[in-house]
Antibody
């Protein structure tokens, strides 16, 4: 059974950094495409980033140059390093398995950027 | 980026109603479209992929159609568990985009 568990969210000041983790079980992260999606409170879904099984990475324009997606094969874990955080980055961040349609999602972790 | 526009934003319906939600893409995406259902405090759940393929375990009252730029999600007979927000998502290019969502309420 596929399971995805995000962690690392919390309250952070504008300009700060945070690293989100997504621990996977039931499949191998490095053999799959993995995606981050976020959802600001009370708003819709926004695609953030994807890492291909081959290692290629892509980002939404809103986070390009500030966020970095990566994985640790030994820990079967996906990461999202978030730097230079802004108030508009406040959201629940979900990791999901897949690159096109997303069939498996984690429960999400809340990131709040505020002073 | 490809823009996805859903209509309506909110839909009031009753149990047993046939419900249709429309999603329009700003350029052709062939059939690279998915539909999700989301309930408050929960992660989205995949319903439909490739415009019309039903995800395993999803009730057959859900169906999808369309190609190019116009797509629809239909619920043939609305059930109590279907009151939720629905999102379309294109995956034609690597920069995926979601529609703004359609809330189905009583």
């Amino acid at each position: 059974e596929v399971q995805l568990v995000e962690s690392g969210g919390g309250l952070i000041q504008p300009g700060g950094s945070l690293r989100l983790s997504c621990a996977a079980s039931g499949f191998t992260v490095s053999d799959n495409y993995m995606t981050w999606v976020r959802q600001p409170p009370g708003k819709g879904l926004e695609w953030v980033s994807v890492i291909y099984s081959g290692g290629n990475t892509y980002y939404a324009d809103s986070v390009k140059g500030r966020f970095t997606i990566s994985r640790d094969n030994s820990k079967n874990t996906l990461y999202l390093q978030m730097n230079s955080l802004r108030a508009e980055d406040t959201a629940v961040y979900y990791c999901a398995k897949g690159v096109g349609f997303l069939g498996d999602w984690g429960q999400g972790t809340l990131v709040t950027v505020s002073s | 980026d490809i823009q996805m526009t859903q209509s309506p934003s909110t839909l009031s319906a009753s149990i047993g109603d046939r419900v249709t939600i429309t999603c329009r893409a700003s350029q052709s995406i062939s059939s690279w479209l998915a539909w999700y259902q989301q309930k408050p405090g929960k992660a989205p759940k995949l319903l439909i992929y490739k415009a019309s393929s039903l995800e395993s375990g999803v009730p057959s009252r859900f169906s999808g159609s369309g190609s190019g730029t116009e797509f629809t999600l239909t619920i043939s007979s609305l059930q109590p568990d279907d009151f939720a927000t629905y999102y379309c998502q294109q995956y034609d290019i690597y920069s995926r985009t979601f529609g703004q969502g359609t809330k189905v309420e009583i």
